[in-house]
């Protein structure tokens, strides 16, 4: 760790980032690391001190770290009393484009712009596309080149990539800008060299006529891709210095770095290992701020069953290592030669139970979280061959079964239960399941779902989900889901009326359900680049974005435990994905919405006490999204949502679970059965489980759904 300070809070802090690594935060960790929020009240550190002012911002997207740029250089200009130079970047397409302007449209055609025959290695843009290209930010295109640099002496900027490592001009190297030579290029004001100080290298730097760590930088010309305001993209050269300003940079670029002064916003942070890069850069407790709180959520309940076997294997590879170097390893332990047989060999030596003295407390393993051990971990040697070809046999749509035909009936049922290298542990599958499904009523409407491909399992899960609850009453639901007035959400149920038609009357304008989930996922990536297809995707992002309402969904404000006057400061949501913070262990969902209250980092004028912030629901919306948390005692089967005094109920209608960073889902239909999906394993078929909710499994749940009755 890079933490140095022994003070009471270091050691605080040194414990949270230890716990932090295995996502196990204990309630002390979180009480610690919510006094490091940034406050304005008195004695507390704020980011208007002078030791934060001029911190660069660790947080998680491109898309932030340009904003915040943006605005401290307008900042940074202002308060030294300067003026921001602007220098635009030196565009062109690239040869194969000399002959037109190439651009590709959302539905991933080519447009192209003659304009004569090539007469130069790249050629000029067309003006208006050339203004879209300087007003978009370095985040809109793939290398993050910025199409304009608003500069002024003595501003922050960070050397973007490696240029001379042995004068130290290396990616991620912070400094400040000294000067620059600039000239006019077709009216247009651009950089030649920009001069800057290296701030903290390795080793000085000293070049003939500039003061000492000084070094120069000239334009680079790269070629990227650039989207544009309409989602189009085109291939462009561009010309620019290596550097960007350095109010802000993401987790991943402060990775190595260590910072005295360490300011940090985790609110748009994924996962607890983004949340332990960006607070473990820092080197004390006193020196760590951190803006807009942060998801306890994200930090607790345990890592994921890979993630912690990984994290078993390193300790006692790592206490293999030791001993090895100490000449204290057996001779057949070492002779070994493969990271799976080692551990094996050095587990059968020393015992099964044998566990390393510093191992941390969530990694130990016991008869109920026992050490996994697969074939290859046995040191069994395998021989690779090739195999043929087998052709897959083709399954049959489960909505396109005729309920009236018994036999094809019972086929049908005999598939979507056949689902091969799923363990009964893992799907809670009773013996009699086959016979239960086969002996269905005609009535019963058998839930689709989508074939998993290419990171989609968060979509795959929330879609089947919505689409089932949807297909039983069709009309109602488009007319309720239409309240939220949510865009991507209407497009959702219009396209699923498309899919109604597939299956009816395979008409032309029909669609299957992965169509219409791509869709989506377009429709999401035109959004937020946070959603670019292919990458991986949050369940919850999703949820939110297609359950963002135009109108206030909760609303909360701030009171004191003593009942003393404060500021109420009511604050709204929007949302109908609602967010538990710290829920106790054996709650249920509805007791928690009944108690929905969180600690807040300000503390009450007159008693001292930490205020709460309580929350209430502003209205009725017609469906929830409600995230679960470790130690969920059961599920309800039926909420009732209380706004001024009128309650209505809403009903369990799904559950997404996560699970070895892949996504599932549970569907419950409206007549109670309760069938399971995973895009990877069960395809398009959703596969019957039981008609008793009490039996779901709560492992692994995130997310619970519920519509109004």
Known sequence: MRQRCKTVEDDMFREALANMRYKACTPSDISFLRSRVSSNIPGKSSINDTRFR???????????????????????????????????????????????????????????????????????????????????????????????????????????????????????????VYGW???????????????????????????????LNVVPLTRNCVTTTCNLPDDSTIQISRAQP????????????????????????LRYTRTHQGYYTALSR?????????????????????????????????????????????DRLPMEVAMADHRNSIIAMFRKNRGLHYMPSHLHKSLRWNKRDPFTVGTESMGDNFQWRLVDAVRPKKKLRASEVDMSNNSERQLVAKEITQTDNISSSELH?????????????????????????????????????????????????????????????????????????????????????EQIRDCVRHELARLDREFRFGIYTSAHAVMNQLLMSQMPIMKSIHRCSNNHLVGRDERVTTSCEIMTYGAPVDYTVQQYLNNFDTTSSLTCSKCNNELIRSFSFACHPPLLAIELWQGLHAFDSVLRIDVRGL?????????????????????????????????????????????????IPLDESILAIYIMI
């Open 429 to 513: 599958l009773s013996k009699n399941i086959s016979d239960e499904v086969t002996h269905l009523s005609p009535d019963v409407l058998i839930p689709v779902g989508t074939q998993w491909e290419t990171n989609s399992c968060a979509y795959d899960a929330i879609i089947t989900i919505l689409f089932n609850v949807w297909r039983e009453n069709p009309a109602a639901m488009t007319t309720k889901w239409s309240e939220l007035n949510n865009d991507t959400l209407n497009y959702l149920t219009a396209a699923f009326e498309k899919h109604v038609d597939y299956y009816d009357h395979m008409g032309t304008n029909s669609y299957t359900l």
């Open 647 to 695: 309650y209505r109920e809403y009903r369990l209608r799904g559950i997404v679970y996560f699970g070895c960073e892949h996504f599932t889902a549970r569907f419950v239909s409206e007549n109670g059965m309760i069938w399971f999906h995973d895009g990877l394993l069960t395809g398009k078929s959703l596969v019957y489980e039981t008609s008793d909710i009490t039996t």
């Open 181 to 211: 030579q600039s000239q006019k290029v077709n009216d247009i004001n651009t950089i030649d060299t920009l001069f800057v100080r290296l701030r903290d290298p390795p080793v000085a730097v000293k070049l003939d006529g500039l003061p």
């Open 242 to 265: 290596d550097v960007l300003p350095n109010f802000a940079m993401t987790d991943y670029a402060s990775q190595g770095k260590t910072r005295e002064s360490n300011v940090v916003d």
């Open 54 to 176: 001029n911190v660069s911002i660790i947080t998680c997207l491109n898309a932030l770290k340009d904003e915040i740029n943006r605005l401290g250089s307008l900042r940074f200009a202002e308060e030294t009393k300067q003026e921001l130079v602007t220098f635009f970047s030196i565009d062109s397409l690239p040869s194969e484009d000399a002959k037109g302007s190439t651009r590709t449209n959302k539905q991933g055609n080519k447009q192209t712009s003659s304009r004569g025959p090539k007469t130069m290695v790249h050629s000029k843009i067309d003006l208006r596309i050339q203004k879209l290209l300087w007003e978009q930010p370095p985040c809109a295109n793939t290398k993050l080149v910025p199409g304009k640099l608003s500069l002024c002496v003595g501003m922050p900027v960070m050397i973007r990539h490696n240029i001379a490592t042995e004068l130290c001009i290396t990616k991620g190297q912070e400094a400040t």
């Open 282 to 326: 820092g080197t004390c407790a006193a020196g760590t701020l951190i803006l807009g709180g942060f998801h306890p959520t994200k930090i607790t309940g345990g890592a994921s069953g890979a993630l912690r076997q990984e994290f078993r294997e390193l300790e006692l590879l790592d206490d293999i290592t030791t001993l090895r170097f100490e």
